[in-house]
C-alpha cells in the first residue's frame, strides 16, 4: 500500500483502548438475552460502539457542535437498545453512562450536570410503557440507577478535571522549560562570546605591544630621512610623509586595539543619563550632518549609578552607526524608557538594516561590512554593557532598519 493509502493511516490511529471498546462491545452483544438476539440489536450495539470509538478520530466531531451532535446519537442508540431489550427490565441501562462520561470528559462540570440530568426523563420514558398500576414495581429500581448514573457521571468528571489540571501544569512546565531552555542557549552563547573576546584580547595585546615599538622606530626615520632630504627632491619628501600618515593611521588602530585589550575600570557615579545620551547625539551629528536625529527620552528615569565617559562612548557608536546606515535626509530616534529595575536606551533608524546572516556575529571583534572598518567598534560597545551588568541586542530587517536595545541596571550589581 502507498504511505498516503487511506486504509494504512486509520490503521495508525487504532490505539489499544479501542480494541478493548471493541471486545466489550461484543461481550455486550454476546449477554443479551437469547429471546434478543437479532441483527437488529447487533446493528444498534456496532453503531454504538462505533461512535464511543470514532469520536475522537474524526476532525469534525472534535468541534463543540460535532460533541454535541455525538451525545444525542448516542442518547438516542442507549434509548433504543434499552427499549428493545424489555425497557424497565433492560439490563442495557449503563449503557447511558457513556453519554454521561463523554459529557465529563469534554464539556467540564455543567455540561455533566445537565447531562446527567437529562438522563433521567430519558430512562424514566420507558415507565410510559408499563401501566399505572405497576409503577410502584419499577419506580425504585429506575430511581436506584439514576442516581448510580449520576454518580458515576460526578466521579468521571472529577477524574476529567484532575486530569486536566495535569495537562496544564504539564503544558505551563512544558512552556517554562523551553524558556529556561532558551536563556541557557542565550547564556552559553554569551560565554562563548566572552572567551572569544578574551581570546582575541589577549592576542591583540600582545601584537599591539610589539608592533608600538618598530612603528615608532620607523616614524622617527621617516622624519629623519625627510629633514635631511634636498628640497627639490619632492618625490622622496611626499613619499617619506606617506610612510609618517601610514604610521600614524597604524598606531592609532593599535591605540584601538588596546582600548578592546585591555580590562575595563569603570568608574562609575551616579549620573543623568539624559546628559550622556546629549552629548553622544552632538558629537555624532557633527560626523553625520545629513541625518535627523530625534530624541525620546523618559523623565521618569533619574540618575543612577555608570561610567558616563564609557557609555558615551557606546551612545557615540551606536548613533554613528545607525546615522551611517541611512540614507542624506533619514532620521534616527534614541528612545529610552524604565523597564523593571533597568533603564532602556534604544537606537532606531529606517536604513539598510543587517544581513540575518550576520546577527550573531556583529558583536564579534574584527568583524565588519564596511570597506574601511576595522570591526572593534560593535564589539567594546558590548564590552562596556557587559561590564556595566547590562545587555545589548538588536532587531532588524534588511530594507527597513535595525533597534538596537541597551538595557543598563539603575542599581549598580554588588
Given at each position: 500500500?502507498?504511505?498516503?493509502?487511506?486504509?494504512?493511516?486509520?490503521?495508525?490511529?487504532?490505539?489499544?483502548?479501542?480494541?478493548?471498546?471493541?471486545?466489550?462491545?461484543?461481550?455486550?452483544?454476546?449477554?443479551?438475552?437469547?429471546?434478543?438476539?437479532?441483527?437488529?440489536?447487533?446493528?444498534?450495539?456496532?453503531?454504538?460502539?462505533?461512535?464511543?470509538?470514532?469520536?475522537?478520530?474524526?476532525?469534525?466531531?472534535?468541534?463543540?457542535?460535532?460533541?454535541?451532535?455525538?451525545?444525542?446519537?448516542?442518547?438516542?442508540?442507549?434509548?433504543?437498545?434499552?427499549?428493545?431489550?424489555?425497557?424497565?427490565?433492560?439490563?442495557?441501562?449503563?449503557?447511558?453512562?457513556?453519554?454521561?462520561?463523554?459529557?465529563?470528559?469534554?464539556?467540564?462540570?455543567?455540561?455533566?450536570?445537565?447531562?446527567?440530568?437529562?438522563?433521567?426523563?430519558?430512562?424514566?420514558?420507558?415507565?410510559?410503557?408499563?401501566?399505572?398500576?405497576?409503577?410502584?414495581?419499577?419506580l425504585p429500581d429506575l430511581l436506584?440507577?439514576?442516581?448510580?448514573?449520576?454518580?458515576?457521571?460526578?466521579?468521571?468528571?472529577?477524574?476529567?478535571?484532575?486530569?486536566?489540571?495535569?495537562t496544564r501544569e504539564a503544558r505551563?512546565?512544558?512552556?517554562?522549560?523551553?524558556?529556561?531552555?532558551?536563556?541557557?542557549?542565550?547564556?552559553?552563547?554569551?560565554?562563548?562570546?566572552?572567551?572569544?573576546?578574551?581570546?582575541?584580547?589577549?592576542?591583540?595585546?600582545?601584537?599591539?605591544?610589539?608592533?608600538?615599538?618598530?612603528?615608532?622606530?620607523?616614524?622617527?626615520?621617516?622624519?629623519?630621512?625627510?629633514?635631511?632630504?634636498?628640497?627639490?627632491?619632492?618625490?622622496?619628501?611626499?613619499?617619506?610623509?606617506?610612510?609618517?600618515?601610514?604610521?600614524?593611521?597604524?598606531?592609532?588602530?593599535?591605540?584601538?586595539?588596546?582600548?578592546?585589550?585591555?580590562?575595563?575600570?569603570?568608574?562609575?557615579?551616579?549620573?543623568?543619563?539624559?546628559?550622556?545620551?546629549?552629548?553622544?547625539?552632538?558629537?555624532?551629528?557633527?560626523?553625520?550632518?545629513?541625518?535627523?536625529?530625534?530624541?525620546?527620552?523618559?523623565?521618569?528615569?533619574?540618575?543612577?549609578?555608570?561610567?558616563?565617559?564609557?557609555?558615551?562612548?557606546?551612545?557615540?557608536?551606536?548613533?554613528?552607526?545607525?546615522?551611517?546606515?541611512?540614507?542624506?535626509?533619514?532620521?534616527?530616534?534614541?528612545?529610552?524608557?524604565?523597564?523593571?529595575?533597568?533603564?532602556?536606551?534604544?537606537?532606531?533608524?529606517?536604513?539598510?538594516?543587517?544581513?540575518?546572516?550576520?546577527?550573531?556575529?556583529?558583536?564579534?571583534?574584527?568583524?565588519?561590512?564596511?570597506?574601511?572598518?576595522?570591526?572593534?567598534?560593535?564589539?567594546?560597545?558590548?564590552?562596556?554593557?557587559?561590564?556595566?551588568?547590562?545587555?545589548?541586542?538588536?532587531?532588524?530587517?534588511?530594507?527597513?532598519?535595525?533597534?538596537?536595545?541597551?538595557?543598563?541596571?539603575?542599581?549598580?550589581?554588588?
Open positions: 500500500m502507498a504511505p498516503g493509502n487511506p486504509v494504512k493511516r486509520w490503521i495508525r490511529l487504532i490505539r489499544p483502548q479501542d480494541v478493548v471498546w471493541v471486545i466489550l462491545f461484543i461481550l455486550l452483544g454476546m449477554m443479551s438475552e437469547e429471546d434478543r438476539r437479532t441483527p437488529s440489536l447487533f446493528v444498534m450495539i456496532a453503531a454504538l460502539g462505533a461512535v464511543q470509538i470514532l469520536e475522537t478520530k474524526i476532525p469534525g466531531m472534535a468541534t463543540t457542535r460535532g460533541r454535541v451532535g455525538g451525545l444525542i446519537i448516542k442518547f438516542i442508540l442507549c434509548w433504543l437498545l434499552i427499549g428493545y431489550t424489555h425497557g424497565a427490565e433492560s439490563r442495557f441501562w449503563p449503557t447511558l453512562l457513556l453519554p454521561v462520561v463523554s459529557a465529563a470528559t469534554t464539556f467540564g462540570g455543567l455540561g455533566t450536570i445537565v447531562v446527567a440530568l437529562l438522563t433521567i426523563p430519558i430512562y424514566l420514558s420507558f415507565l410510559l410503557y408499563i401501566p399505572v398500576s405497576d409503577w410502584d414495581t419499577y436506584w440507577n439514576v442516581i448510580f448514573l449520576s454518580m458515576a457521571g460526578n466521579l468521571a468528571y472529577i477524574l476529567a478535571e484532575d486530569l486536566r489540571a495535569q505551563r512546565a512544558a512552556e517554562h522549560l523551553a524558556a529556561a531552555n532558551e536563556q541557557i542557549q542565550q547564556a552559553m552563547e554569551a560565554v562563548r562570546r566572552s572567551d572569544r573576546l578574551a581570546a582575541l584580547g589577549q592576542l591583540s595585546a600582545g601584537l599591539a605591544h610589539e608592533l608600538r615599538n618598530p612603528m615608532g622606530t620607523i616614524r622617527a626615520s621617516a622624519e629623519m630621512l625627510s629633514n635631511n632630504l634636498n628640497k627639490e627632491n619632492e618625490v622622496a619628501r611626499e613619499v617619506a610623509g606617506f610612510i609618517s600618515t601610514e604610521v600614524d593611521r597604524a598606531n592609532s588602530l593599535i591605540t584601538r586595539f588596546l582600548q578592546f585589550a585591555r580590562p575595563l575600570e569603570l568608574r562609575p557615579e551616579v549620573a543623568d543619563l539624559t546628559q550622556t545620551l546629549d552629548r553622544a547625539v552632538t558629537m555624532a551629528q557633527r560626523e553625520a550632518p545629513g541625518i535627523t536625529i530625534y530624541r525620546n527620552y523618559a523623565p521618569e528615569i533619574g540618575p543612577f549609578p555608570f561610567d558616563a565617559e564609557l557609555l558615551e562612548r557606546v551612545f557615540y557608536n551606536l548613533i554613528l552607526n545607525a546615522a551611517q546606515a541611512s540614507q542624506t535626509g533619514g532620521a534616527v530616534t534614541v528612545k529610552t524608557r524604565a523597564l523593571q529595575g533597568f533603564a532602556e536606551v534604544c537606537v532606531i533608524d529606517r536604513g539598510s538594516g543587517i544581513d540575518p546572516k550576520h546577527m550573531e556575529t556583529i558583536f564579534n571583534p574584527f568583524f565588519t561590512t564596511k570597506p574601511t572598518g576595522v570591526g572593534l567598534g560593535l564589539a567594546i560597545v558590548s564590552k562596556i554593557v557587559d561590564e556595566h551588568g547590562g545587555k545589548i541586542t538588536v532587531e532588524s530587517e534588511p530594507g527597513k532598519g535595525s533597534i538596537f536595545r541597551v538595557l543598563l541596571p539603575l542599581e549598580r550589581p554588588a
